[in-house]
């Protein structure tokens, strides 16, 4: 029977799955896979389910030499910690999970507009430390979303979703930048490049994937065409902002406030970033339910189930 190794703890559905279906291995283990274990993965299971860090690049595959492993069913949409040309060139196949995250990850991008919009990280703060002095009219004076004008960058299924419940919720005007034109089934502008949809919007939403084409595509350029009122949300993958850009804008107030979710470096977190009041620093939750992990996980074994069969991949990437 074919060796299944799934990298993280799962959800119990998930794993009653597993164990029920496929011969498993369950690592316990919940920080990423080191260069032994990916070595490990390769040589000794036929499908290994990875995820978010487990960082398979060209240099592991290579060191590898040639593997017993022919799938990576990723556990997440974001793939770009694999090389899948590297993985493709050892006839590793690679599958994700698309779908299954995007309600999820729109309404943590929503969380974060809001609170960064309305101060919500440095009240709840004010509150905390006894300080708070009491209501009056111009206390924590933040920006108004309703009726603004939203941007976002990468119009897939979570770019969408987002503008969807900006516009629909809170009547926001939408632009975005995509590599090709939408209909996203209300009107959206598509701009011609990054630095003119900065300059347009009150709101900046980054919803591309990560990887080589996309690293620092909100750089410094980008960051000082926003507006000093404009806020910057990053729900996708934390290199796609240049992290010292975004701090130093931050420090010098030329724009109002950020709502990360995801880190250039993760999981770390910069000091000078933690120092600022106006971001909202979230780790990196935007599927993190019970449902939607769950739903993921049945989809990667899916994945694996398909393949096992012989069957073409529901996902393939
Ligand atoms: P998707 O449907 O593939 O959408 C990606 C969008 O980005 C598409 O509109 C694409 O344009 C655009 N794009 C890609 N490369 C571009 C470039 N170089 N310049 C401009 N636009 C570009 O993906 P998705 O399902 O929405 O997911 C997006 C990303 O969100 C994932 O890859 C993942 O990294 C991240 N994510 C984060 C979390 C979290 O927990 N925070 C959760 C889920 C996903 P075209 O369609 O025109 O090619």
């Known amino acids: 029977m074919a060796k299944l190794w799934i990298t993280r703890p799962m959800t119990a559905a998930v794993t009653a799955r597993a164990q029920a279906e496929f011969d498993v291995d369950l690592r316990q283990d919940t920080g990423v896979l080191s260069r032994a274990e990916m070595l490990r993965a390769l040589r000794d299971y036929d499908v290994v389910m990875p995820t978010l860090g487990d960082g398979f690049s060209a240099e592991i595959f290579a060191e590898a030499g040639p593997s017993r492993c022919r799938l990576l069913a990723n ?6 910690h694999i090389d899948v040309a590297a993985a493709q060139a050892q006839g590793v196949a690679v599958s994700n999970t698309p779908g299954a995250v995007t309600d999820a990850t729109a309404d943590i991008a929503l ?25 009056h009219p111009t206390q924590m004076l933040g920006q108004h979303v309703s009726g603004k004008r939203l941007g976002v960058l990468g119009f897939g299924r979570i770019g969408q979703a987002i503008a969807r419940r900006c516009h629909h919720g809170f009547g926001m005007e939408v632009f975005y930048v995509a590599r090709s034109d939408k209909d996203a089934g209300f009107v ?28 620092h595509l909100v750089d410094a350029e980008v960051l000082a065409a926003m507006r000093p009122e404009a806020h910057l949300v990053n729900i996708a993958r934390g290199e796609v902002v240049q992290q010292q850009a975004l701090i130093s804008a931050l420090q010098d107030g030329r724009i109002a406030g950020a709502g990360l979710d995801v880190y250039e470096f993760e999981p770390e977190v910069p000091q000078a970033l933690r120092d600022l009041d106006n971001v909202t620093l979230l780790p990196h939750l935007g599927t993190a339910t019970e449902e939607v992990r769950s739903a993921m996980g049945h989809m990667a074994l899916d994945n694996v189930a398909a393949f096992l069969a012989g069957k073409p991949l529901p996902n393939p990437v």
């Open 188 to 215: 959206a502008t598509r701009m011609p490049d990054v630095v003119s949809l900065a300059r347009e919007v009150d709101v900046l939403v980054v919803a591309v994937p990560g990887g080589g084409e996309t690293r």
């Open 111 to 135: 969380t974060l507009i809001l609170m960064s919009a309305r101060r919500a990280s440095e009240g709840e703060r004010l509150v905390r430390s006894g300080n708070w002095p009491g209501w």
């Open 75 to 80: 556990f997440g949409v974001g793939f770009n």
